[in-house]
């Protein structure tokens, strides 16, 4: 059993997590093997999220301190919370996992900033495109005009040069 010290420090780095974290995703695992589990703690890994278990205490605390709307103690069966470095990547991680493994693991909720999220709200969030997807698509968008322009620029030139050399053997 943990004392009351274990406690108030493993709250203070919860709170500390919650904190820096963009969003968070809620999650019952019951039943959950621990192949699966080391498989997406992996792939949360990846995308710089993190993955913990809690007492839904000790959680409800550290949420009440660090300000989320959220009260963990009406979440359903064995609560997890994954903390994400953006908005996205730990809800495009855990829903398509939880789709594939819909028996044992599914999102419960989650927060974003300081709003609690239902769970189609957090779905919904799986499905947006990550930073650098959209990053991509403004870049993408910002140059199509330039390509244009570019290539109505060669066509005319090139056009030119076809003109002065049809001009050139006319003469020769």
């Known amino acids: 059993m943990q004392t009351r010290k274990q406690k108030e420090q493993i709250i203070a780095e919860v709170v500390e997590k919650i904190q820096q974290a963009k969003a968070l995703v809620f999650a019952d695992f019951k039943g959950l093997s621990v192949k699966d589990l080391t498989v997406l703690k992996r792939e949360l890994r990846a995308t710089q999220s993190e993955w913990l278990v809690l007492k839904k205490t000790l959680l409800n605390i550290a949420l009440e301190k660090a300000g989320i709307q ?3 103690r009406s979440l359903e069966g064995q609560v997890s919370i994954s903390f994400s470095s953006d908005e996205v990547s730990a ?13 044992v693991l599914r999102i419960i909720g989650g927060a974003l900033g ?18 650098d997807e959209l990053r991509g698509q403004l870049v993408g ?25 049809a001009v050139a053997e006319q003469k020769a």
């Open 141 to 165: 968008t910002l140059q199509a005009p330039i390509t244009g322009f570019v290539r109505a620029l060669s066509g005319n030139l090139s056009g030119l040069v076809r003109v002065l050399q």
């Open 114 to 131: 300081t709003t609690a999220l239902d769970v189609a709200q957090v779905q919904a969030l799986a499905k947006l495109p990550s930073q």
């Open 70 to 72: 959220v009260n963990a």
């Open 91 to 103: 809800a495009k991680v855990i829903a398509p996992f939880a789709k594939k493994n819909d028996k």
